[in-house]
């Protein structure tokens, strides 16, 4: 089945209460049993059940099998954000003293993120990730894992993502690959042998920005017996799930960043429709770019579905399409604040992947507390202003910069 059919039954086929379509929402944080033994069983995960709301809840296991579905992974495992996902991840799975290699080119938040792990002992290389040849120099004796996004925000620089994965399989790296800025309708990391997929479900998935979440979703392709960090008590049972299973336990369940069943709800519904979606705003992104490409006030444009982008045929290759964030630098003459201000149609706002066209500028905004210097490494002018380009009529859009940037 095609991927959208099979998202769309998804819920059915796994038997749906009372025959509803849609998984119904369950807000009930425990269960009662009649019989304490079987209280007991499914506690000691001899028998399976539901417990408690922090590690289990109906509505969100419903979101889980269409996650599986949709990255055609073995198990997914749903977070309150997608930060949780992130965060829970490294934090059930790495140890003081490893060593982690992440892009130096990452959503802002992941980058602090990092960055706070490493002042608890876990050593991390920000490399750039464009080339796989140069990044295998970043290896070392204690590298555990391998972190990448697929388009980098907002720059939209698309990492070897092929060339990661035979990097990462050769040196036995757990390669993690955050899919937000594709969604596994535009890519799927399973292709180029990534073993863990992160999404921030807030985004595209949910894609009407009105519910956080996010999910980790295990590819089956890394064999976790031989990962030094899998405690005794998660080696037991199908080896492709101990890291699942220690994530459950030692991350979900004790850090307890847990998905909410209103919005897994939400997410789901929302993921209904993510290749309709996806489809309309790139085509709408495709548009713009080529505007903004022609337009005399602007320095420069970035998007990957330009022929100008430094990674085009590399995106052609990788992804169905390129995608529907874009970034553009306004010539030094013109104040970014001013022809933000005149836009009527296109929201000042930050977020991504909404139904609604989205601008923000960025050196002001989100790369802010980067400081001047880094924001420079990662080519940050402050004129940038990045678009999370949404399925309004393209009409509206182009008339609407038209006007704020004559
Ligand atoms: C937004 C985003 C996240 C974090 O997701 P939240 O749901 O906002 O916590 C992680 N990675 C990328 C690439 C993102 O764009």
């Not at 555990?144 to 907002?154: M, S």
């Not at 850090?255 to 790139?282: I, K, Y």
């Not at 306004?330 to 933000?340: H, I, N, Q, S, V």
Request: with cysteine; hydrophobic share 40%.
């Amino acid at each position: 089945m095609g991927f959208t059919t099979q998202i769309l039954h998804s819920d059915r086929r796994f038997g749906v209460e009372h025959g509803n379509l849609i998984k119904p929402v369950h807000p009930g944080v425990t269960y009662g049993y009649d019989d304490a033994r079987e209280l007991a069983a499914v506690f000691q995960g001899k028998q399976k059940g539901y417990t408690y709301g922090r590690q289990i809840n109906p509505t969100v296991e419903a979101l889980h099998q269409k996650m599986n579905l949709m990255e055609g992974g073995i198990a997914s495992l749903a977070f309150a954000t997608g930060m949780a996902a992130i965060g829970t991840m490294l934090f059930a799975l790495l140890r003081r003293g490893d060593h982690v290699i992440a892009s130096k080119y990452l959503f802002g938040n992941t980058a602090s993120l990092f960055e706070s792990f490493s002042r608890h002992g876990i050593e991390v290389s920000f490399v750039d990730l464009g080339d796989a040849e140069e990044a295998q120099y970043a290896i070392k004796d204690n590298s555990k894992l391998l972190f990448v996004e697929t388009i980098a925000n907002p720059r939209t620089q698309v990492a070897d993502l092929e060339g990661l994965g035979r990097l990462c399989k050769t040196h036995g790296l757990v390669y993690v690959v955050d899919n937000t800025l594709t969604t596994p309708y535009l890519f799927q990391p399973k292709n180029v042998d990534a073993n863990l997929v992160v999404n921030s479900l807030t985004k595209y998935i949910g894609g009407h920005g009105n519910a956080l979440g996010g999910c980790v979703t295990d590819l089956g392709s890394f064999d976790w017996a031989t990962f030094a960090n899998i405690l005794p008590d998660y080696q037991s049972g199908d080896p492709a799930l101990f890291a699942m299973n220690q994530m459950k336990k030692k991350g979900l369940r004790d850090f307890g960043a847990s998905l909410g069943a209103d919005a897994a709800h939400r997410l789901s519904v929302g993921s209904d429709t993510l290749s309709l979606r996806m489809e309309r705003a790139c085509d709408n992104a495709q548009k713009l770019a080529e505007f903004f490409q022609d337009h005399p006030a602007v320095e420069q444009t970035y998007y990957p579905g330009l022929n100008s982008h430094d990674h085009y045929e590399r995106v052609a290759h990788l992804f169905k399409r390129p995608g529907a964030i874009l970034s553009f630098e306004l010539k030094p003459e013109f104040d970014c604040f001013e022809r933000l201000n005149r836009l009527k149609t296109v929201i000042k706002a930050t977020h991504l992947g909404d139904v609604r066209t989205l601008a923000i500028p960025v050196a002001h905004s989100i790369f802010y507390e980067l400081g001047a210097e880094r924001r420079a490494a990662m080519g940050i002018k402050d004129n940038l202003i990045r678009l999370s380009v949404g399925i309004e009529d393209i009409e509206d859009l182009l008339s609407d910069f038209d006007q704020a940037l004559a």
